[in-house]
């Protein structure tokens, strides 16, 4: 791919300190926050692990909404770039995609049904 084309994957979060400032607090409340859990546990003498997963689910929901989004768009990304792949040069794409010759020779028709 050329270089208009790559991929900020993985450094998004990187792009602003503005975000990463935002990240950074949303691990830290989350941490704090299961960590509070487990002492007010040991101060009771119980041992709760159903609350310790419900309060780590509470204070990483964002994260979770941002993880699923970002998971759709790589989703969309990918197949955009699969159709645009079979397009533009369908036997390459399916030499790459290691298709049998005798499906391929029968067109995107035949190769998707064995999908």
Request: hydrophobic fraction near 30%; proline fraction near 3%.
């Amino acid at each position: 791919p050329d270089e208009a084309e790559e991929s900020l994957r993985g450094i998004e979060q990187l792009l602003t300190r503005d975000i990463m400032s935002k990240r950074y607090k949303e691990k830290s409340d989350l941490t704090k926050a299961v960590l509070d859990e487990q002492t007010s546990q040991r101060e009771k003498g119980i041992t709760d692990p159903d609350c310790l997963a419900l309060v780590s689910s509470y204070h990483s929901f964002y994260a979770r909404v941002r993880a699923t989004m970002m998971g759709k768009f790589d989703e969309a990304a990918a197949e955009a770039q699969s159709e645009k792949c079979c397009n533009e040069n369908f036997t390459v794409c399916c030499k790459q995609l290691n298709i049998d010759p005798l499906i391929r020779a029968k067109g995107k028709n035949a190769i998707y049904d064995q999908l």
